[in-house]
């Protein structure tokens, strides 16, 4: 095993802002080509090592390649997304319908990661005050996956605009187990420089001195150094 203490390599260091600030939500650019079982292995254990609460390891990995799951998640998409579209008026509802919000059929497989609300029992350590903390953790192994998989040149996508109780039946889940990511996952013809959210005149990023608090909500933050660096 090699040193856990060595300091990253100004490489290394390099790669890990590369992945986490070239990493886009992928639902247009898929291409067919299967994921090799090595590289899925690969994503699978980087989502594994993700924190979780206590240790708990809520998380389950199903595997979708099956074209009529997909096609019946497909179904609850399409009725949740006509509904969604309902949200907006005018220009900005056509906007919406002109979105392209999943990749279900064209990426080669599909993920869900779930979460086991009970796993662990009923004490899990770090979790007694906050019931939620499982839902986080289960959050931070799709983050995991998804950057490792930006790293192998593999596109995710999530796809929220699902039913959950009508997914969770299509999966055959428990009722402790929640479906917490549908992910679509593929090679793709490229990353786009920018959320394509923003690309597409829906939303921009915030800039991030907005962002800043001196100590309490409200307050504002009066180191320049920082404010500076972050403008930069
Ligand atoms: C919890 C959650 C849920 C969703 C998303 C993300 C997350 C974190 N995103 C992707 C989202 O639109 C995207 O992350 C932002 O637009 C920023 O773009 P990049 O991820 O930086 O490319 C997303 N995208 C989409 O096309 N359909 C969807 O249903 C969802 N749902």
Known sequence: MS???RPFTDEERAGLYRAIFERRDVRSQFLPDPIPRPVLAR???????????????????ILIDSLDVRQQVLASYHEENAKAANNYSG?????????????????PMN????????RGGSHVLGRSSIVEMDLFSTCLAVQNL?????????GV????????????????LPDNVYPLAYLCLGYVSEFLDQPELQAKGWRSR????????????GQPMDDETLLNALKS
């Open 157 to 172: 996508g999530w796809v929220s605009i699902v039913d959950q109780t009508k997914l969770a039946g299509i999966l055959n």
């Open 206 to 217: 915030l800039p991030l001195t907005e962002l800043m608090h001196g100590n309490r909500w």
């Open 43 to 61: 994503l699978l254990k980087a989502a594994h090592h993700a924190p979780s609460v206590g240790f708990m390891q809520p998380w389950d990995f």
């Open 146 to 154: 998804w950057l490792a998989a930006r790293a192998e040149g593999i």
């Open 91 to 107: 220009e900005r509802q056509e906007t919406y319908r002109s979105l392209k919000l999943q990749g279900i059929i064209e990426s």
């Open 3 to 5: 040193d856990p203490n």
């Open 111 to 118: 993920l869900c990661i779930t979460c086991d609300r009970s």
